[in-house]
């Protein structure tokens, strides 16, 4: 997200976990009030879900509202709390399937790619996967990233007292290049 700097941005953060990179809401007219004020300028706000209503109906509301107005970032957190292996939610799916037209930029994070629908990592055009412990996420990730299974396990996550070093793949299916690399957080 720092490296993208978009000036329009809408987070779906059910943890809040995105505070350095957009103004928080929590209630959906909130919301929608940003994205009236803000017009087609500039806007970044992420939506941290509260107890009023149903986490799927919430986030069909939020996915609605990003293509609607179109024409920004779009991250969607905890993929697996909304979407299943075999179902993308129709707001979903519309963001997904036809979001290109409306100029959104859609980036979505699971900790658990087998519990996610299949329609969104079909259409993606970069995938990142990093060290994934279950067997049924392993094997997701290495057809969605059309390695094999050996190279998906084979990504390992190595702590030491000063740092943490995690393995990844990531496919740029545009420019057909897959690529492997590590990330490393000091302690």
């Given amino acids: 997200m720092a490296s993208l700097k978009p000036a329009r941005l809408l987070i779906w953060d059910p943890r809040d976990e995105y505070g350095k990179h957009a103004k928080r809401v929590t209630t959906l007219p909130a919301l929608v009030a940003e994205f009236r004020k803000a017009s087609a300028g500039p806007v970044r706000v992420r939506y941290v879900a509260g107890s009023g209503m149903p986490l799927a109906d919430?986030?069909?509301l939020v996915c609605s509202l990003a293509f609607e107005v179109g024409h920004l970032v779009f991250l969607a957190e905890e993929l697996s709390d909304v979407t299943t292996a075999s179902q993308a939610p129709a707001a979903w799916?519309?963001?997904?399937?036809?979001g290109r037209h409306r100029a959104l930029h859609i980036i979505g994070a699971a900790q658990r790619p087998a519990l996610i629908d299949k329609t969104f990592l079909g259409n993606c055009t970069f995938i990142r996967c990093f060290t994934l412990?279950?067997?049924?996420?392993?094997?997701?990730?290495?057809?969605?990233?059309?390695?094999?299974?050996?190279d998906v396990s084979a990504l390992?996550?190595?702590?030491?007292?000063?740092?943490?070093?995690?393995?990844?793949?990531?496919?740029d299916f545009r420019a057909g290049v897959l690529q492997k690399g590590s990330i490393r957080m000091s302690r």
């Fill in 58 to 60: 919430a986030f069909a």
């Fill in 93 to 98: 799916r519309r963001c997904i399937t036809q």
């Fill in 133 to 150: 412990r279950y067997s049924d996420d392993r094997s997701a990730m290495a057809k969605a990233l059309d390695v094999p299974l050996a």
């Fill in 156 to 171: 390992q996550t190595v702590e030491t007292e000063k740092a943490t070093t995690i393995a990844y793949l990531e496919r």
